[in-house]
């Protein structure tokens, strides 16, 4: 198996079956002193890192170029307007917060967090779908990378 197919079936795997047909193909990778992929990049530009446990810890880029397909959004959270400008600056995104939990968050899963239908950044969930739709209080996904962690602009 080369090392694209394993990228893709790795994102089959974490975002739904089809989720890697948004992937392209012009892909290059870093590689540990061992021979595991360890970054996955495209035109330079950082697009997810492998982590040991086998998933992946995945980029605001990244999770643009997966929303194309309307599927993630299961796999998305949304928040509402007053998180949104903090999420983006990096804060983590609380419980009471969340409009939309998608069906297939679950918990230290990589985690794209929408705002009106864009993605302002991404995290780990610290709680599964239906616990953060039933809770009021407390950290649901902590940010890992924002729009101002990318230089993007909001």
């Known amino acids: 198996m080369d090392d694209y197919s394993k990228i893709s079936s790795t994102v089959d795997a974490l975002f739904g079956?089809?989720?890697s047909s948004c992937m392209p193909h012009d892909i290059t990778m870093t590689y540990s002193r061992t021979g595991r992929i360890r970054e996955v990049r495209h035109n330079n530009v950082l697009l997810c890192t492998l982590r040991i446990d086998g998933g992946l810890?995945?980029?605001?880029?990244?999770?643009?170029?997966?929303?194309?397909?309307?599927?993630?959004?299961?796999?998305?959270v949304e928040i509402d307007d007053d998180a949104a400008p903090f999420v983006a600056d990096g804060r983590s995104v609380m419980a009471s917060?969340?409009?939309?939990?998608?069906?297939?968050?679950?918990?230290?899963?990589?985690?794209?967090?929408?705002?009106?239908?864009?993605?302002?950044?991404?995290?780990r969930a610290v709680l599964s779908g239906p616990m953060i739709t039933g809770a009021r209080r407390g950290v649901a996904v902590r940010v890992r990378d924002s729009l101002k962690r990318s230089n993007h602009t909001f």
């Open 97 to 123: 917060h969340v409009t939309h939990c998608g069906r297939h968050v679950r918990v230290s899963s990589d985690v794209p967090i929408l705002y009106k239908g864009s993605v302002v950044a991404v995290g």
């Open 17 to 19: 079956m089809g989720a």
């Open 57 to 76: 810890a995945i980029t605001v880029n990244f999770a643009h170029m997966l929303l194309r397909r309307k599927e993630l959004r299961e796999y998305c």
